[in-house]
């Protein structure tokens, strides 16, 4: 069972910047991702990254604002939020997707993850 606990979350003013992390237990790395849920609204793909971290994916509404990385060394993936809006909005969840041998590959799709993280709250003020 792998663990993944979120931190970072918090208020920031719109246009400001907040920047998460998920760390996951456990010395095995996976492809990760990020997605969010603002009240009312169904979960949103944010970002995905590969298990090597050499292949990432956005979804449209963070792309050219958003940035994701890891570092393997610590099991950890990050979520640099840059020009946040209002629409921003919502309690962001780390997920890994388990055991797989292709290393670089990413997924977009919540069912293709295995793990998820409690999940942390994003608040952009306007």
């Known amino acids: 069972q792998v663990q993944l606990v979120e931190s970072g979350g918090g208020l920031v003013q719109a246009g400001g910047s907040l920047s998460l992390s998920c760390a996951a237990s456990g010395r095995s790395t996976y492809a990760m991702g990020w997605f969010r849920q603002a009240p009312g609204k169904e979960r949103e793909f944010v970002a995905a990254?590969?298990?090597?971290?050499?292949?990432?994916d956005y979804g449209d509404s963070v792309k050219g604002r958003f940035t994701i990385s890891r570092d393997n060394a610590k099991n950890t993936v990050y979520l640099q939020m840059n020009s946040l809006r209002p629409e921003d909005t919502a309690v962001y969840y780390c997920?890994?997707?388990?055991?797989?041998?292709?290393?670089?590959?990413?997924?977009?799709?919540?069912?293709?993850?295995?793990?998820w993280g409690q999940g942390t709250q994003v608040t952009v003020s306007s």
């Open positions: 990254i590969s298990r090597s971290g050499g292949s990432t």
């Open positions: 997920a890994a997707a388990g055991p797989t041998p292709y290393s670089g590959r990413y997924y977009s799709q919540s069912g293709q993850y295995r793990y």
